[in-house]
């Protein structure tokens, strides 16, 4: 007999909350309505730089629930209290769910969102964070293995290197918009 496959719950959040600001209180509902003991996804990542915190989002306005094992699952979403999330998300057949399949091929694409800007040697790129934070600078070497990146910035007519996350680098424009 063919095992079921692990349904979850798509949930929808309202259009004004965040994943990045309130992601904490968005798992507090989620418990509160299905219980201690409740699996869920949030399609972000959270790194702590110094006293930064980096948020990664795949896509906003979305979290899930593991339903496996769970039953009277309407009677749990009327328990959910508070403003941020506004139910879950309908189809034709009742509740719109996704297979741990999808949720597996969510968090590769995170993953991916976290890895996918690889600068190259002598490239300009902007710091995210930190002390650097929206400055340009240029990258003398890259370490794939450890993802970061040893910067030079030009801070008051003297160069300074830093070794920095790739995660927190982005692509310098080109001066053509792009």
Request: hydrophobic share 35%; charged share 30%.
């Amino acid at each position: 007999m063919a095992k079921k496959p692990i349904k979850w719950l798509i949930i929808q959040l309202d259009e004004e909350c965040s994943l990045e600001r309130n992601h904490q209180s968005i798992i507090h509902d989620l418990i509160s309505a299905f219980g201690k003991g409740v699996k869920t996804y949030l399609p972000i990542h959270i790194e702590k730089v110094g006293e930064k915190v980096i948020h990664t989002i795949l896509f906003d306005g979305y979290v899930f629930v593991c339903c496996q094992g769970m039953s009277d699952i309407e009677g749990k979403l009327d328990k959910i209290r508070g403003p941020l999330v506004r139910g879950a998300v309908p189809s034709k057949r009742g509740l719109q769910y996704v297979d741990n399949s999808e949720i597996e091929r969510y968090k590769k694409l995170l993953e991916k969102k976290l890895k996918e800007f690889i600068p190259t040697k002598n490239q300009k790129v902007i710091a995210k964070v930190g002390t650097y934070r929206n400055m340009e600078g240029t990258v003398k070497k890259v370490d794939r293995k450890e993802l970061t990146a040893t910067v030079l910035f030009s801070m008051r007519s003297r160069d300074v290197t830093d070794k920095i996350k790739l995660i927190n680098l982005s692509p310098a424009e080109d001066g053509n918009g792009c």
